[in-house]
């Protein structure tokens, strides 16, 4: 299975009406903080369901749907990373929280923080410097609900 395939299945699921109610929920308009933002109306519990079946996708391939213009994509992304971590090794969590801060601009809306952040973010820095923590809370680019 690949990324091209789970795009495929993600605009099969896609549905027109939520993804013009998730436009309005997360805020997408001019000047706010989910600006740009696009959806295709695919709700979390499907999302997940998805990250379990494409579990497989390499890092390499995460890292390109974290950058889709898609909301859905995004959060997909996000699922996949959090399960590559809980189940990598020292070397892999390390690469996956150095992808994660690199990609913060990519993760600018609230779900997509509180679905990753703390298993990925948190779980890294349990027994570390929590430094970076004040970093990304002194950033400009904070998603607030």
Known sequence: MSISQLRKNLRELADPAIAHHSQRFFKTGPGEY?????????RVPILREQARKFKQISL???????KSTYHEERLCALFLLVEK???GSTIEREDIYHLYL????????????DSSAPKIIGAHLEDKDKQPLN????SKRVATS
């Not at 989910?34 to 695919?42: A, N, P, R, V, Y």
């Not at 390499?60 to 974290?66: A, I, K, P, Y």
């Not at 990609?103 to 923080?113: A, F, K, P």
């Open 34 to 42: 989910g600006e740009g933002d696009k959806f295709l109306g695919i």
């Open 85 to 87: 971590y809980s189940r």
């Open 135 to 138: 970093q990304l809370a002194a």
């Open 102 to 113: 690199a990609h913060t601009r990519y993760i600018n809306n609230w779900d997509l923080v």
């Open 60 to 66: 390499q391939e995460t890292r390109q749907l974290l």
